[in-house]
């Protein structure tokens, strides 16, 4: 359950289900409090995957999915689509500098 909340990117509740079972606690890293602000950049660089994979742009498919295990945010991709989910290295900065260098910020 917890997996499907951090793919939706629903960080609040994803927050308070991994209190419940004592996990995510204060001090264990910024990662844990991404919010909503790294979901939608998120979702906005798989958009711009996406469409460069559509147009055969391999390079910077590559480019993207590269810079998101670098940021620590981990892409399935799935019939449904794709789906993420943070990893305990997630760097929100290393994501922003993604955003920003592909000018999808």
Do not use: C
Request: charged share 25%; aromatic share 4%; net charge negative.
């Amino acid at each position: 359950m917890l997996h499907e909340l951090a793919g939706q990117g629903d960080a609040a509740n994803l927050l308070a289900g991994a209190h419940l079972l004592g996990l995510l606690l204060p001090g264990m890293g910024g990662w844990a409090e991404a919010g909503e602000d790294a979901a939608a950049r998120i979702e906005a660089l798989l958009v711009a995957r996406a469409a460069a994979r559509k147009a055969r742009d391999f390079a910077r498919a590559d480019a993207i999915r590269d810079g998101f295990a670098a940021a620590g945010v981990e892409v399935k991709d799935t019939p449904q689509g794709a789906e993420w989910s943070l990893t305990p290295g997630y760097d929100a900065s290393r994501l922003a500098d993604l955003a920003r260098s592909l000018g999808a910020s």
